[in-house]
């Protein structure tokens, strides 16, 4: 007497079944939405930001300083004289701008209008979007470049003022990422030698 088993699939195969089913559903649905993006980045632009495009993200701020701390007194051929300035002749010229009645100048903006009034004899030669370009440098790579453009004739930069444009750039970059951390405490200016 031997007794026949009907066949019938246990529960187990049917959860195996149902398992792999479902995997290999998710698999293609993967597989698809992987070469979908695939095509997304492909037809990308190669540049998705230029340098100009990250430096705007943090502009220096130099026509806001001198509007907002010159421009109400003085016309712009006025402020284009600075421009022929030695940087000790700027810091004591708006260091003296302090005693003229109404001037309002805080101790604190000495340097920041200082250092903009330096940074905009690059403006003889080049625009706001290429002046921003120095935020995205080293030290090192801001004095490269200013001995650069000093050396091209017609620059209006001295090989001896280097150093005071490049730590002009680099008073203004701190001064706006103080701003930008909430820490608004800007360093009064070192007064000069008498």
Do not use: W
Request: aromatic share 2%.
């Amino acid at each position: 007497m031997t007794t026949e088993r009907s066949p019938r699939f246990p529960a187990f195969r049917i959860v195996v079944m149902l398992v792999v089913l479902v995997n290999l559903i998710l698999t293609i649905a993967i597989i698809m939405q992987v070469r979908e993006l695939q095509q997304r980045v492909t037809s990308l632009p190669p540049d998705l930001a230029s340098k100009r495009d990250v430096a705007m993200l943090r502009p220096l701020r130099i026509r806001e300083i001198l509007t907002q701390n010159c421009v109400e007194c003085h016309s712009t051929r006025r402020l284009g004289v600075t421009v022929s300035m030695e940087p000790a002749e700027i810091q004591r010229t708006v260091e003296r701008m302090q005693s003229h009645p109404g001037a309002n100048i805080p101790p604190a903006e000495f340097e920041r209008i200082t250092a903009s009034l330096l940074v905009a004899r690059c403006a003889r030669c080049h625009d706001e979007q290429t002046l921003n370009l120095m935020v995205l440098k080293t030290q090192p790579e801001r004095i490269a470049t200013i001995r650069r453009m000093a050396a091209l004739p017609g620059s209006g930069v001295r090989p001896d003022q280097v150093l005071a444009i490049a730590q002009a750039f680099a008073k203004l970059i701190d001064a706006d990422d103080r701003n930008n951390t909430g820490k608004n405490n800007f360093m009064p200016a070192a007064q000069p030698p008498r």
